[in-house]
């Protein structure tokens, strides 16, 4: 029997979804805030040993997991890194591979691309930032007896599920920094993860430090990235 404002297709309840409108005027101008708090969003690696309340934290990751996946699987976990001993070996493996990447996996093009960045296998932010968020995809779930359940689209319900939660760190106030070091299997067996997860993403959070350098970078224009067919 479907609930009051619901009915039934295909015989699941869809409920009634009631939207909260604006006027034009105030969706104009909620969405030119909302970008101007987004167009200040800087990759950090300077971070302040300040602490963030779990609080916010926890508040984040809900806003991450209000992502759209495919089948509505929701494929992905967030791994929460406080403790110290954690932190300090995870940046030891982290910093082994990148050492390795800069060494003999990357292209003299790739290394030439990422000079402005500033950037080699030295990675102090991840035990200086209060928190890592380690990112994981679920290649696959299982059932009650242990059958494997397929997931779909997983590469981009998680990456769609990033960008809201690094939109959601840039909203509270907090500064972070995207990082993949290449291969991350390591990640899987530090944190002790299912056999099911892939480390997809691993980004410090936290507060930038009071003296923080970012790279003089430019966005492209509005122009440059969008095409209107009227």
Known sequence: MALKNSKIIKGHVHLQHKPELFLEEKMLKKSEEFYKNLRKRRSVRDFSKK?????????????????????????????????????????????????????????????????????????????????????????????????????????????IACGILIAAIQNAGLHTLTHTPSPMRFLEKILNRPDNERAFLLLPVGYAADTCYVPELRRKSLEEISVFYE
Request: hydrophobic share 35%.
């Open 51 to 159: 602490e963030v309340p779990i609080a916010i934290i926890e508040n984040i990751i809900k806003t991450a997991g209000t992502a759209p996946s495919g089948a509505h699987k929701q494929p992905w976990s967030f791994c929460v890194v406080k403790n110290r001993n954690t932190k300090k070996e995870i940046r030891k493996a982290v910093e082994a591979t990148e050492q390795k990447s800069y060494d003999e996996r990357m292209s003299d093009s790739w290394l030439k691309d990422i000079q402005p960045m500033g950037t080699d296998a030295s990675k102090p932010f991840i035990e200086t930032a209060p928190y890592l968020i380690i990112v994981f995809k679920h290649l696959y779930e299982y059932d009650d007896q242990g059958n494997k359940l397929q997931n779909y689209y997983v590469n981009e319900s998680v990456g």
